[in-house]
């Protein structure tokens, strides 16, 4: 840990030139599981081709040292987060003669949003920034810089006295949480935010997605106006940090304790990500830890 050294003219580090990943391996009873670590791998380079960059390493190579982290450090469970970013080198706004460098940890993190928000479900703002443009920067890249956007939603949202913010779109209608996208459900049908929505298209919404019409309730894509959120029947936000958790509250509107088709959806998906499913190993990244002695 005290080797990490970051020069203090890093280029990513003035300008934000990084793209990054937010993972989770999860305890089974077969040892840690990556979740849909080649997905991740997959978005991370795609991130990295809009902003111009090229990974230092191949994705083999990157999944090979999130194993060996993992199995070092001995977890069972964790957090992942690997960066590609623009390092030290000339100073300015063109930084194609900076190197591209990358770096993963890995860490102990429970749900980012509490656990006992995934039980009873949390406060939700609809905040007054808006959702960046796709005709100012690519919302479909997990970059660093461009989460000063969410920042700012955030920060209003918790000092409002919430837990989560929910961004509109330019157009005003929804597009995700500060760290989530965001799921609607009335009269038992169940409706996202589309790609075309400025919306990251996030792995574990993919995941919700398949998992729902699994359950034989599809999921449409299409534009969410904001007053469906305060008549929904259900509200819930899937992220990898803050997993699956119900909306209870938005906008001093109340939804309600979690609905059952959240729960339906919840339960599968806890099930999936704890190796708890057979239908959905093929989303697990297996890690081989040694044996203790």
Same mark, same amino acid.
């Given at each position: 840990?005290?080797?990490?050294?970051?020069?203090?003219?890093?280029?990513?580090?003035?300008?934000?030139?990084?793209?990054?990943?937010?993972?989770?391996?999860?305890?089974?009873?077969?040892?840690?599981?990556?979740?849909? &670590? @080649?997905?991740?791998?997959?978005?991370?380079?795609?991130?990295?081709?809009?902003? #111009?960059?090229?990974?230092?390493?191949?994705?083999?190579?990157?999944?090979?040292?999130? &194993?060996?982290?993992?199995?070092?450090?001995? %977890?069972?469970? +964790?957090?992942?987060?690997?960066?590609?970013?623009?390092? &030290?080198?000339?100073?300015?706004? @063109?930084?194609? $003669?900076?190197?591209?460098?990358?770096?993963?940890?890995?860490?102990?993190?429970?749900? #980012?949003?509490?656990?006992?928000?995934?039980?009873?479900?949390?406060?939700?703002?609809?905040?007054?920034?808006?959702?960046?443009?796709?005709?100012?920067?690519?919302?479909?890249?997990?970059?660093?810089? *461009?989460?000063?956007?969410?920042? /700012?939603?955030?920060?209003?949202?918790?000092?409002?006295?919430?837990?989560?913010?929910?961004?509109?779109?330019? *157009?005003?209608?929804? +597009?995700?949480?500060?760290?989530?996208?965001? %799921?609607?459900?009335? @009269?038992? *049908?169940?409706?996202?935010?589309?790609?075309?929505?400025?919306?990251?298209?996030?792995?574990?919404?993919?995941?919700?997605?398949?998992?729902?019409?699994?359950?034989?309730?599809?999921?449409?894509?299409? @534009?969410?106006?904001?007053?469906?959120?305060? /008549?929904?029947?259900?509200?819930?936000?899937?992220?990898?940090?803050?997993?699956?958790?119900?909306?209870?509250?938005?906008?001093?509107?109340?939804?309600?304790?979690?609905?059952?088709?959240?729960?339906?959806?919840?339960?599968?998906?806890?099930?999936?990500? &704890?190796?708890?499913?057979?239908? #959905?190993?093929?989303?697990? $990244?297996?890690?081989?830890?040694?044996?203790?002695?």
């Amino acid at each position: 840990w005290e080797d990490a050294k970051v020069h203090v003219l890093t280029h990513a580090l003035h300008y934000g030139t990084s793209v990054f990943e937010g993972e989770r391996a999860y305890e089974t009873s077969r040892g840690p599981a990556i979740f849909r &670590h @080649d997905d991740h791998l997959q978005r991370m380079e795609n991130s990295a081709k809009l902003y #111009y960059m090229d990974l230092p390493f191949s994705k083999e190579q990157l999944r090979e040292a999130t &194993h060996e982290l993992i199995a070092r450090n001995g %977890f069972s469970s +964790c957090y992942i987060r690997p960066l590609i970013y623009r390092g &030290h080198g000339p100073m300015g706004l @063109d930084p194609e $003669d900076n190197p591209v460098e990358a770096m993963i940890a890995v860490w102990e993190w429970g749900a #980012y949003l509490g656990e006992e928000a995934k039980r009873t479900g949390v406060r939700a703002k609809v905040s007054s920034w808006r959702r960046i443009s796709p005709q100012s920067l690519q919302p479909h890249s997990k970059a660093g810089g *461009q989460y000063l956007n969410s920042v /700012l939603a955030k920060i209003e949202s918790k000092r409002a006295g919430y837990e989560e913010a929910i961004l509109l779109d330019e *157009q005003g209608h929804v +597009c995700e949480g500060s760290g989530e996208n965001v %799921f609607v459900i009335k @009269d038992g *049908q169940i409706a996202t935010p589309g790609q075309t929505s400025s919306i990251l298209d996030g792995i574990s919404r993919k995941s919700v997605m398949e998992i729902s019409a699994d359950l034989g309730r599809p999921v449409v894509e299409r @534009d969410v106006a904001r007053a469906e959120l305060a /008549l929904a029947d259900e509200v819930f936000l899937v992220g990898t940090a803050a997993e699956l958790t119900p909306v209870r509250e938005i906008d001093d509107i109340e939804i309600g304790p979690p609905g059952p088709l959240t729960r339906e959806i919840q339960s599968v998906y806890e099930d999936a990500l &704890h190796g708890r499913s057979p239908r #959905y190993e093929k989303w697990l $990244d297996r890690v081989a830890v040694p044996s203790k002695a």
